[in-house]
């Protein structure tokens, strides 16, 4: 799912303000004491500065290009493994056609063929694959009657077994009240919980909360985060900051040196190959 609002927001609070009256304020800390917020605010700022072991790609075990990840790989429903153009390339080159590059099933030849795949790894209690019919709900494709509400119990299964993606789309729903009644809290708690282990896209969209919140500061600590991860649009977002005086140089410089690093650990001679050569893949 695509994130609910671009790469800053409208808010213009104030840096520097002290962690320990700010914790109270920042967002999703709403019922929680002074020190209970404090305490949250240290582990959601600490924990998932590495990204899930979800992002790599099953084969060459390298993380997948982050913005649009459909445009860099592909879930197999099969397997639901997602692996990389680079890594589908190299099996063509193998001569393995029509067949999935990781697990080897032959490719499911139409919608109802896919949906039926995806409805076997449901199953058998396949977080990922549980994740992956929530949004087929979301947003009908595969032949199915767009149902919400039966999404919402998808993904929220789903995060229950551990999908941090799950968490993102129930974040993403609940946030902008897109197709559910809007609750921002809830999904600022569903964000919080992908954030933590390693979701970008979770991490950014939490400081461009934390931006509507006023909370300058908070917003720019996750950003610093997630660019770090090879998040685009965090970097950006940093940068526009930087230069409304509400970010330091040294910071900017920090995030802007480790996306490069994210980004250079992206790329391989197989992904470059694929990317010039414009590998064509069947829809998930």
């Known amino acids: 799912m695509e994130p609910p609002v671009g790469p800053d927001g409208p808010g213009n609070g104030p840096a520097g303000v002290p962690h320990a009256e700010a914790a109270v304020a920042v967002a999703g800390a709403d019922e929680r004491s002074a020190a209970e917020a404090a305490r949250y605010v240290q582990r959601l700022l600490n924990e998932g500065h590495e990204r899930a072991e979800g992002d790599r790609c099953p084969i060459c075990y390298l993380f997948i290009g982050f913005i649009g990840t459909e445009q860099h790989s592909k879930i197999n429903a099969c397997c639901m493994k997602r692996v990389c153009d680079g890594c589908v390339l190299a099996a063509r080159q193998r001569g393995i056609y029509g067949s999935c590059p990781f697990c080897r099933t032959p490719l499911p030849a139409d919608d109802a063929s896919t949906l039926a795949m995806i409805q076997k790894r449901v199953g058998k209690g396949d977080a990922a694959a549980i994740n992956h019919l929530g949004e087929k709900y979301y947003f009908s494709s595969l032949g199915l009657t767009k149902d919400v509400p039966r999404a919402i119990e998808l993904w929220t299964e789903a995060a229950e ?12 729903a609940y946030y902008t009240g897109q197709g559910v009644r809007e609750d921002e809290p809830r999904g600022i708690r569903h964000w919080q919980q992908a954030a933590m282990t390693g979701h970008v896209q979770s991490r950014h969209n939490l400081g461009v909360a934390e931006i509507h919140e006023g909370n300058c500061e908070f917003a720019v600590q996750h950003w610093m985060i ?11 977002s940093i940068k526009n900051r930087f230069m409304k005086g509400h970010a330091t140089k040294a910071q900017y410089a920090e995030a802007l040196r480790g996306y490069g690093d994210a980004v250079q650990e992206m790329k391989s001679p197989q992904r470059e190959e694929a ?7 069947q829809d998930d």
């Not at 990317?275 to 893949?281: H, P, S, W, Y």
């Open 275 to 281: 990317k010039r050569l414009g590998v064509q893949r």
């Open 226 to 236: 997630s660019a770090k991860m090879g998040c685009e649009d965090s970097l950006n």
């Open 161 to 172: 077994l551990g999908s941090v993606d799950a968490q993102y789309n129930l974040g993403l």
